[in-house]
């Protein structure tokens, strides 16, 4: 306990650069067990970690950061390279894992943390929470007239730049961070009844866009997002209590209902015969039942919508201890739904427990910090907050979907899956993070 607590002082806190350092050595060792000559490619990232860890762990020990929190973000980082460099050798997936990509969104984040030392000097105006409303507005409207599906889910969360393509959803979460920091920090000193009506307005605008392009994934997150901001930061009253158990009922509500409704519209759909508001709504319907009821009953469509999972299951019975011997390589989607079934199926149980404290190390330095932050600056406190909370939460409903412990939700998981514009924007909230941490460290020496 001594030596943990040894950890948490300022003046000892270098030793987590080393261990950072020590565990990308141990990832490029293990790299060697798995693919041989193939882990060359890891090397080409190591060197760019290595100076990547030295720099910001520099910088984070120098400004007194929580050096946790750097511990918990480059370790995640380091495997989540590690993952996509062997799903290209193992798994053959769609797509490349491409280290240009991830060099462009650490440039995305080191600009988004510029951007907001800028940005919240606005944050406590009335209109910044128009513009961020407006914003948000906008994307989902962008996507609506020019959304494309490269996956072909019908899911219209992307824009097509020349042969790129951006996933705009990620940057309402952005948006709905810098709107719920100005809405309850705003000059204007809101009332509690004012602050739940324009909050539900937000909160409709996303429920309605996300339905538009026919994307729920993200609006699963946003929906918890909103339920705990307003819970934490709003001041206790009887209305509040009111608003957050009709909002709760109102959700589970909406699930018992698609069951019911299911259960109605199955025949007409089988025959062809929806028709007008029915039509538009079965397929949210049906993509509902579906995915609670495989939850239930993972075996109810073995080679259809419950085969992704099935083989997500194989896949942890055969991983062990130090990862699958016998190169088991059916996982659907490796490189982003399923990237934590195929992290403990590469490298074993071990590693995939490591990145779930490494989440949980995010999730307790986050609230610590946000909660230490609220008496100088409220509106970076819910910043730092909605930062923790999109990151860890996602991260944990994904993990816990593909291993079928909760309805799958069909997401990347931060640090640990491929994709250009939703790891930029992971980057830039532990840029972020780590910016707003400085000097925490210090005050926990003064309070020890």
Request: glycine residues 8%.
């Amino acid at each position: 306990m001594k030596f943990l607590s040894d950890l948490n002082r300022s003046e000892n806190s270098f030793i987590y650069i080393i261990l950072a350092i020590v565990f990308e050595l141990a990832m490029g060792v293990m790299m060697f067990l798995k693919l041989g000559l193939d882990a060359l490619l890891y090397l080409y990232a190591l060197i760019p970690l290595l100076l990547l860890s030295a720099f910001l762990g520099t910088y984070a020990y120098n400004n007194d950061c929580d050096m946790r929190l750097y511990f918990a973000l480059i370790s995640l980082t380091t495997t989540g390279i590690a993952l996509q460099i062997l799903v290209d050798q193992v798994y053959h997936p769609l797509t490349t894992f491409s280290f240009l990509k991830y060099g462009i969104g650490l440039g995305i984040a080191s600009v988004f943390v510029f951007f907001y030392y800028f940005f919240r000097k606005i944050l406590s105006k009335k209109f910044t929470v128009y513009l961020t409303l407006f914003g948000c507005t906008a994307i989902y409207v962008i996507l609506y007239f020019y959304g494309v599906d490269p996956n072909g889910y019908g899911t219209l969360a992307w824009i097509r730049i020349g042969p790129y393509t951006a996933q705009m959803t990620d940057f309402t979460k952005v948006a709905a961070i810098l709107f719920y920091s100005s809405l309850l920090t705003s000059d204007e000193n809101r009332s509690v009844s004012n602050i739940l009506w324009i909050s539900t307005i937000f909160f409709l605008i996303n429920l309605a866009g996300s339905v538009i392009i026919h994307e729920l994934g993200s609006f699963f997150i946003l929906f918890f997002l909103h339920l705990s901001i307003l819970f934490i930061f709003v001041p206790r009253s009887l209305g509040k209590r009111i608003y957050l158990m009709i909002v709760l009922g109102l959700c589970v509500g909406a699930v018992a209902c698609s069951f019911v409704l299911y259960k109605s519209f199955l025949p007409m759909a089988e025959a062809g015969e929806l028709n007008g508001i029915m039509r538009m709504a079965w397929p949210f319907i049906k993509k509902i039942y579906t995915r609670f009821s495989l939850t239930a009953n993972l075996t109810s469509d073995p080679y259809g919508s419950g085969y992704q999972l099935l083989q997500g299951k194989k896949a942890l019975w055969m991983a062990g201890l130090f990862g699958n011997t016998v190169n088991f390589n059916a996982i659907p989607v490796p490189e982003s739904d399923m990237a934590f079934i195929a992290l403990i199926n590469s490298f074993g149980l071990p590693l995939g427990i490591f990145s779930v404290l490494m989440f949980m190390v995010i999730l307790i330095s986050g609230s610590r910090l946000s909660r230490s932050m609220m008496e100088r600056e409220p509106k970076d406190a819910i910043v730092i907050y909605g930062a923790t909370i999109l990151l860890f939460l996602q991260a944990i409903i994904v993990i816990l979907g593909s291993c079928n412990m909760i309805p799958f939700a069909g997401l990347p998981i931060p640090f640990l899956s491929r994709g250009g514009t939703y790891q930029s924007i992971v980057l830039c909230f532990s840029g972020l993070l780590i910016y707003l941490s400085k000097g925490s460290m210090k005050g926990e020496a003064h309070e020890e």
